[in-house]
């Protein structure tokens, strides 16, 4: 049978970081067996589901590459194929109508926590109860009371379940709306789903899942429940820790390709290696090799691996991304340089694209102000001779090129027996209005010769207009 593999998110909030690592390890698995990749929404709870969270989450899927082979399958649109399977198992005696009360539940609830008992459901009206007048029932599984059930679990290993410990879950609420549990062995089983990777926390589902897989004469699937993610102080990863959805990522700088790096190093290694394209992802990953315990969080990796992924990826494919932050900046890059070329010069130097944006503005707009403590340090008297030399030659050079840029600056320094940085320095800062810029011929090249004469003479009159 070939693999299929699905992932089935709740749309009740954002895609977080856990989310899209169980939606990779899924899609791994599948790309790696030559299978193919579901997306289900599973929007049966009206009151939490959101179309905003159905959005983020098929916007998080996108923006990862996480592309889907069959969905998104929305469980909402389900609603009769999961009737007719209550229907059949209560058909088959698989299910029955229990009609105890709230008050009842409540009272036998009670009275076991009294005995220090575990509280469950015991099964009053399974033997078969009369329907009592004005109660609307609800539809319980009829769990199986001996035996127990194996989880052969590809990451955790075997699971012993007794059925003593399970109860009768319920599988359609008073109103005839199918539960949580219901619904995924429903859309399972109609979906053909080999492999079902999802997070620990559904554990406890899986006995009462394969049991009703059972009931319908079905296989079940192979499981695979993946540990949690932890802040770096050891809780579960939650808002606290900073950025957890993935779009908060793509706003903060990252590629997409580095936090997927990054999201399948979380629980599972290949030797000590850190690095992985995708397709070298596909090769090694096996969820066999998935650690049991929950893995940390720590952003300085990310960072490091962003930096990695902005330096080594072809340029054209960060400037892609880049001008998603230069578009936040509210910069156009037709007025200026080829973004291309800006991530060349800048992409040593910058672990985010949010940084690479915000030190590449100059090339496209006047700043409004220099940096206080560069100009101060800067853009002194004693600079207007060497930046007035420069801009002379500037503008009779023949062609403008970083190798002719450089000459200039050599030779202002030369003249006036100036150290090479008493004179590029103060052209840094009259041109990019900080610091730190990438290496200055190559700045002003790319900056081109109208801006680079108009700042240095902008420069200039500043200086004159302090000093007088
Ligand atoms: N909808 C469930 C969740 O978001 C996942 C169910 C499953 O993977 O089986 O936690």
């Known amino acids: 049978m070939s693999t299929r593999t699905r992932f089935a998110p709740s749309p009740t909030g954002y895609l977080h970081v856990g989310g899209a690592r ?20 599973e929007d049966t709870d009206i009151e939490r589901s959101t179309i905003e969270s159905v959005n983020a989450i098929l916007e998080g899927m996108t923006w990862l590459g996480l592309e889907y082979d069959e969905g998104p399958i929305y469980q909402t649109e389900r609603f009769d194929r999961y009737k007719e399977v209550i229907q059949q198992l209560l058909n088959s ?59 052969d679990d590809m990451v955790r290993g075997k699971i012993v379940f007794n059925n003593s410990e399970l109860d009768d879950l319920i599988i359609a609420r008073s109103d005839g709306t199918p539960t949580y549990n219901l619904t995924v062995v429903v859309d399972d ?13 559904h554990i406890n589902n899986t006995p009462r899942q394969i049991n009703i897989l059972k009931a319908l004469g079905a296989e079940p699937p192979h499981y695979a429940h ?98 998603y932050q230069m578009g936040k900046l509210d910069i156009d890059p037709v007025d200026g340089p080829d973004l291309v070329e800006v991530v060349k010069v800048q992409r040593e130097r910058t672990k985010t694209l949010v940084e690479m944006a915000q030190n590449s503005v100059f090339f496209y707009r006047d700043f409004d102000s220099y940096d206080e403590k560069a ?64 290496p200055i011929d190559i700045t002003l090249e790319l900056l ?16 004159w207009a302090r000093s007088t």
């Open 22 to 41: 169980t939606a990779l390890f899924s899609w791994l698995h599948a790309r790696k067996h030559g299978g193919r990749f579901i997306l289900r929404i």
């Open 93 to 151: 005696g698989d299910a029955y109508r229990c009609y105890c009360t709230k008050e009842e539940l409540e009272q036998m609830r009670a009275e076991q926590m009294g005995r220090k008992e575990k509280p469950r459901y015991n099964g009053r009206c399974r033997l078969g109860a009369e329907p009592r007048e004005g109660v609307e029932p609800v539809i319980r599984f009829r769990n199986p009371v001996e035996g127990a059930v194996i989880v």
């Open 189 to 201: 089983l109609d979906m053909g789903v080999t492999h079902v990777i999802r997070g620990d926390d």
């Open 226 to 323: 993946v540990p949690m993610i932890l802040g770096d102080d050891g809780k579960r990863l939650s808002k606290r820790h900073g950025a957890v959805s993935v779009m908060q990522y793509r706003e903060d700088g990252f590629l997409p390709e580095a936090l997927l790096n990054y999201l399948v190093r979380l629980g599972w290694s290949h030797g000590d290696r850190e690095l992985f394209s995708l397709d070298e992802m596909i090769a090694l990953f096996d969820i066999k090799d998935v650690n049991k315990a929950a893995s940390t969080f720590n952003s300085e990796k990310l960072l490091w691996l962003n930096h990695q992924y902005i330096m080594n990826s072809e340029p054209e494919h960060v400037a892609h991304h880049l001008s």
């Open 375 to 438: 100009a101060r340090k800067n853009l002194k008297p004693a600079a207007v001779e060497p930046l007035t030399d420069m801009l002379n030659n500037f503008k009779a050079l023949p062609e403008w090129s970083s190798k002719a840029i450089h000459k200039v600056v050599v030779e202002a320094a030369e003249l006036r027996e100036l150290k090479l940085g008493k004179v590029a320095q103060p052209l840094r800062v009259a041109v990019a209005g900080g610091p730190v810029s990438p």
């Open 448 to 463: 081109g010769r109208e801006r680079t004469v108009q700042r240095i003479e902008r420069a200039i009159a500043w200086v």
